[in-house]
Every structure is written in structure tokens, then in C-alpha cells.
């Protein structure tokens, strides 16, 4: 069993940054995979960045070079730096991990964009 707790959502102008974070019960170095994905009202879950137990980082498109996905092994947090937010960045903010072949959700975090 592993629990997520998301944190960081909130209300940002465009062009400005927040910082999500996702405490995991478990130790990190056990995960392997951690993910942030979002949904916008009436759009399908998107993966936005994950982290691989090795290191290797992945994007999807619409993000890159604006977020960065990281992890604190001592905290045992992941995190998602989100710069140069945009209005279409709005929606709920979702923290993944795949461990043991079984996948575990956070209960998610708002992240509105908008002047």
C-alpha cells in the first residue's frame, strides 16, 4: 500500500510559478515510477511528467522546459516546479506511483491559472 498526499495547489496569475508537492508514505527508492498527471473539466487524466526509478524524467509536450519533476529521497516527496504557467495549465493535479505492479493516487490538487 502506498499513500500520496498532494500540496501546492492554489490561484496564479499567468506567467507565474507554484510548486506541487506529493508526500509518499513509503520510501521512494521502493517507487518505481512517480507521476503527475491533471484533468481539466471535461478532458480525459493526462500524464504531465513522471520520474523513473533510474532518474529519467519524461514530459509530455505542452510542459517542457516550463516544469520540472524532482525528488527529495529523504523526505520522501516528489515534486513538480511549474514556471511560466499558462491558462491552459488549469485543472486538478494528480501524484502517481507505481509500485509493485499496482498504481496509487493522491487525492489531487487544484491549480487555477488565471488573471
Known amino acids: 500500500q502506498v499513500q500520496l498526499v498532494e500540496s501546492g495547489g492554489g490561484l496564479v496569475q499567468p506567467g507565474g510559478s507554484l510548486r506541487l508537492s506529493c508526500l509518499v508514505s513509503?520510501?521512494?527508492?521502493?517507487?518505481?515510477?512517480m507521476g503527475w498527471y491533471r484533468q481539466a473539466p471535461g478532458k480525459q487524466r493526462e500524464l504531465v511528467a513522471e520520474?523513473?526509478?533510474?532518474?529519467?524524467?519524461n514530459y509530455v509536450d505542452s510542459v517542457k522546459g516550463r516544469f520540472t519533476i524532482s525528488r527529495d529521497y529523504a523526505k520522501n516527496t516528489v515534486y513538480l516546479q511549474m514556471n511560466s504557467l499558462k491558462p491552459e495549465d488549469t485543472a486538478v493535479y494528480y501524484c502517481?506511483?507505481?509500485?509493485?505492479?499496482?498504481?496509487?493516487w493522491g487525492q489531487g490538487t487544484q491549480v487555477t491559472v488565471s488573471s
Open positions: 513509503r520510501s521512494i527508492f521502493s517507487i518505481t515510477t
Open positions: 520520474i523513473i526509478s533510474g532518474g529519467t524524467t
Open positions: 502517481n506511483a507505481e509500485y509493485r505492479g499496482f498504481g496509487y
